[in-house]
């Protein structure tokens, strides 16, 4: 508030009825000290835990209530509420939320009745039909009266504690997460296990890492976690996989989704256009089932990366570790949280160990003054005394002589506590086992003090020992992995259809009157050309005009290097013919680009667009000006080298041209497309990222083969998804066997067969269904060897190894035939062999052409120097066009003018 608005709060101003003489009095320090009060309790008391236990004021509370309703037995939540109240200043809902959370979290209270469901969002039943009491774990980690600091409940009637003495990174276990005014934060559930190494580990002086593990399960890429600081970052998946090819199954959820909010987004995005499935059901109960059902002809694989880009089945979480120490905020990473929870640990175990210490000495001390009094009946000497002064005075005068072996003074309490002895102890004292019990009090103060001595191995062994009784069960659920990052525009469903009206020069999806282009999606970028060498990207839109004359429409890909544009034009009025070859990869949206030099009154005498770079034939044609000798001839575009878009290209002629004509489709001139496979992501790419797979071209197909003994080929699209067993990824050869020794489950012995796939596309079993049957040697090799190692039989020698060539053993037969057996004998193990040497058969390409390296196809401006192609045709002459004015009728891929 400005200066001037707080001189006029200060002062009594008039109300706006002037006939009333009221005033407005300003409430001094309103704003300025009852907000910043609040803000703090809602920071300190509220809303961020505390970095010595992990609690926030009302866990801390529950649990304290708990431990003083607790008789081992189960009770009512809504009793657990009602004296938590005695403790906390708000209302039973506030608590009861917190307590179903904490008991959701299933590490400091069993539960009993309906507590709700973390999968499925449903909530806990009413306070008064559930129950709770604390946990093993909890009793064991949580509470220790003697080491707790104590303070004033609210009301001042109660002693409650300050913080309780947790002896385990608790806050880290269990995640916190709260609002505050100013601030918030957001701590991540991480694994009990790996928290427990991680402070072991810290405790041996060795580096650590956490990464989060939530209770849905899923898959996260941690690679930006930062460590739990602000800035951070983690994507979280849910398990997807195909149960068939028109079913997906979801089995695990990202973390903070549940399945009705996973299932919303679904049916929203399908609704928006954006994936299409047919139905989906959700079969949770304890474990997350959600089945997608697809319509026939939709790619399992694209839908299952639609997902990811456009539902909650991939959410991102922003972690920001914030806790409360010594009344402040403090901003601090997960490492740092760790380090400090297992270093207030050690220190509560040092206390512990102090109190035993002092607990056992003190009872040594007693114990050892007590045999002194009764062994020596020192008793005896108080019977004459007549005050109780003089009683203590004939104790310690008694105890003198055989006080000097003790650890310290004998007090006056100490003597008092002699004379509470009753004369029955005294008359049924035993020596012998007065001595037993100080010899084993001094073992225990041997033992308490060797651990003093050695806190950190005793701290490792505390830990140690919480895994050993409490790790059961206590897994990791979340699988950690990298993502691919989903290209939206790849695997959205085109549910809408795109439209140009040319001559006018506009494009949109409302022009339904007009031509039909293509089908597309709301989030594709479309590429137009026009007559005069326009270029322009922009977003479907209902209506957009471009420019006139438009003769090329089309959905932009970005980065796409393998679409190759075609262009002859005319460089300004009157001027000379160029061709050019480009690749458009990256442009401005919406911006209008010149593809003819930029000079006025330029116009396209021929385009084509080839999406896998082909260079055609064209005829060109020129009109009957002056003495010009050469009228017609033939340009090959792939003589033509594949420039930058902004390059000017080749003169073609000085002289005016007067048509353009197709005569010959072209062929691909850029070399196969090399895959790459990454085995962190499990993905193909053409990045170079991973294992080189092979060059492919538009006909050929990879090779899987997983462990269950399925093949199938596939055409390598980069958005296939691949099975956890796969064990072969290649690609394929239709000429080359395959060959494989399996054990069939039925006839309980090992069989060896050999293989062609002979139905392209489709899922087959090489082995028998027997569920017991089971693959164990799998070769591509053209003369692939194998090795059987035989198990020995009592009281007889090893059947030495045997080798045997797989191409010999067995011709290759069909896909479903049984085999040859390999041995009657009994096998231990069969190992693959260097297979012996062969040269495979060379396959010719399609078409001896030269070809163009896709790494040329570059933004690459330079003009390049201007020749003038020799008009004599470099490929054959067959089907050379005639000198009439008939115009080619292409279908499309060469635009005539």
């Known amino acids: 508030m400005s200066e001037e608005n707080d001189d006029l709060m200060n002062e009594d101003l008039p109300s706006e009825d002037s006939g009333n003489q009221e005033t407005i009095t300003k409430v001094t320090g309103m704003y300025k000290d009852w907000f910043l009060d609040y803000a703090s309790y809602v920071i300190l008391e509220r809303a961020v835990p505390a970095i010595e236990d992990g609690f926030k004021p009302v866990q801390r509370r529950i649990m304290h209530s708990m431990k003083d309703l607790d008789d081992g037995r189960y009770n009512k939540v809504a009793n657990i509420v009602g004296h938590t109240m005695q403790y906390h200043p708000h209302g039973d809902a506030s608590i009861a939320d917190a307590m179903v959370q904490i008991g959701q979290k299933d590490l400091l209270i069993d539960t009993q009745g309906n507590w709700g469901n973390i999968l499925t969002g449903d909530r806990a039943a009413a306070s008064r039909y559930i129950e709770a009491r604390i946990s093993k774990f909890g009793l064991d980690v949580v509470f220790n009266p003697k080491i707790t600091e104590w303070q004033l409940s609210y009301d001042g009637r109660r002693k409650e504690p300050v913080n309780l003495p947790v002896m385990f990174p608790l806050l880290l276990a269990q995640g916190g997460e709260g609002i505050a005014v100013g601030l918030s934060t957001k701590i991540l559930p991480h694994n009990f296990i790996e928290l427990i190494d991680a402070s072991i580990k810290h405790l041996n002086g060795k580096r650590f890492k956490l990464v989060p593990d939530f209770p849905t399960g899923g898959i996260i890429d941690v690679s930006d976690y930062n460590d739990g600081n602000r800035g951070g970052k983690i994507r979280c998946r849910a398990r997807i996989s195909a149960k068939d090819k028109n079913t997906l199954v979801i089995t695990e959820i990202p973390y ?79 490492s740092e949280m760790l380090r400090r929870s297992t270093d207030n640990t050690v220190d509560l175990l040092k206390q512990e160990l102090e109190i035993k210490l002092g607990e056992f000495e003190s009872q040594w001390h007693f114990a050892s003054l007590e045999r002194i009094f009764i062994e020596n009946r020192i008793y005896r000497d108080i019977e004459e005394e007549e005050t109780w002064e003089g009683v203590i005075k004939a104790i310690d005068k008694g105890l003198k002589p055989h006080t000097k072996h003790l650890k310290r003074e004998v007090t006056t309490e100490d003597i008092t506590r002699l004379t509470e002895i009753r004369i029955k102890r005294i008359s049924k004292f035993d020596i012998d086992k007065a001595q037993q019990k100080i010899e084993a009090l001094e073992d225990q103060i041997a033992e308490v003090k060797h651990h003093l001595a050695n806190l950190i191995n005793y701290a490792i062994a505390y830990f140690e020992r919480l895994k050993k009784e409490y790790g059961e069960g206590k897994e990791r659920k979340s699988e950690i992995g990298i993502f691919d990052d989903v290209d939206a525009t790849k695997v959205v469903i085109r549910n809408t259809k795109l439209y140009v009206n040319r001559k006018e020069g506009f494009i949109g999806t409302s022009l339904r009157r007009d031509e039909y282009v293509c089908d597309c999606s709301d989030i594709d970028d479309i590429i137009v050309f026009t007559e005069e060498g326009k270029m322009m990207v922009t977003k479907v839109d209902s209506k957009t005009f471009i420019g006139k004359n438009i003769i090329h429409v089309a959905v932009f890909k970005k980065k796409d290097k393998r679409t190759i544009y075609n262009m002859i034009y005319r460089d300004g009025k009157g001027g000379p013919s160029y061709v050019k070859r480009f690749a458009v990869t990256s442009v401005t949206r919406d911006r209008e680009y010149d593809m003819c030099n930029g000079s006025k009154n330029s116009a396209v005498y021929y385009f084509s667009a080839n999406p896998n770079g082909e260079a055609e034939v064209v005829t060109v044609l020129l009109r009957q000006v002056g003495s010009i000798k050469k009228l017609k001839w033939d340009l090959d575009f792939a003589e033509i080298l594949i420039k930058g878009r902004g390059s000017k290209g080749n003169l073609v002629t000085k002289y005016s041209v007067k048509r353009i004509e197709l005569k010959e489709k072209g062929v691909s001139t850029l070399k196969p497309r090399k895959i790459w496979f990454d085995d962190t992501v499990q993905r193909l790419n053409v990045d ?143 190992n693959v062999l260097d297979p012996l040497p062969y040269e495979a058969p060379e396959t010719k390409p399609a078409q001896d052409i030269e070809v163009v390296d896709e790494e040329s196809v570059s933004g690459d401006d330079e003009k390049p120097v201007e020749v003038e192609l020799d008009p004599k045709p470099k490929r054959s002459d067959k089907n050379k066009g005639d000198d009439d004015d008939s115009e080619s009728n292409d279908n499309g891929q060469g635009s005539l003018f």
């Not at 041995?823 to 069969?830: A, D, F, L, P, Y």
Request: charged content about 30%; hydrophobic content about 35%; proline content about 5%.
């Open 256 to 334: 903070t989704t549940t399945t009705s909010s996973l299932i919303d987004s679904i049916l929203k995005a399908n609704d928006k256009g954006k994936i299409k499935i047919k139905k989906i059901e959700d079969n949770t109960a304890a474990e997350v089932e959600i089945l997608v059902h697809l319509p026939s002809n939709i790619s399992p694989d694209k839908t299952i990366d639609a997902l990811y880009a456009f539902t909650s089945c991939e959410t991102s979480i922003s972690p920001l570790g914030c806790v409360i120490e010594d009344n402040r905020p403090l901003f601090i990473g997960v």
């Open 688 to 830: 170079g990222r991973g294992e080189l797979i092979g060059e492919f071209r538009g006909e050929d197909r990879l090779l899987i083969i997983n462990q269950s003994g399925i093949v199938k080929t596939i055409t390598p699209e980069l958005t296939t998804h691949f099975s956890r067993d796969m064990i072969v990824l290649e690609k394929w050869i239709p000429k080359k066997p395959i060959s494989a020794i399996y054990f069939d489950g039925e006839k309980e012995r090992y069989y060896v067969k050999r293989f062609l796939i002979e139905n392209e596309g489709k899922e087959e079993l090489f082995i028998s269904d027997h569920p017991n049957s089971q693959l164990e040697v799998i070769s591509t090799d053209w003369k692939p060897m194998a090795e059987v190692e035989f198990t020995k039989e009592r009281g007889k020698d090893r059947k030495p190894n045997m080798e045997v060539n797989l191409e010999e053993f067995i011709a290759v037969k069909g896909i479903t035939a049984l085999g040859n057996q390999l041995t009657k004998e009994k096998v231990n193990q069969i």
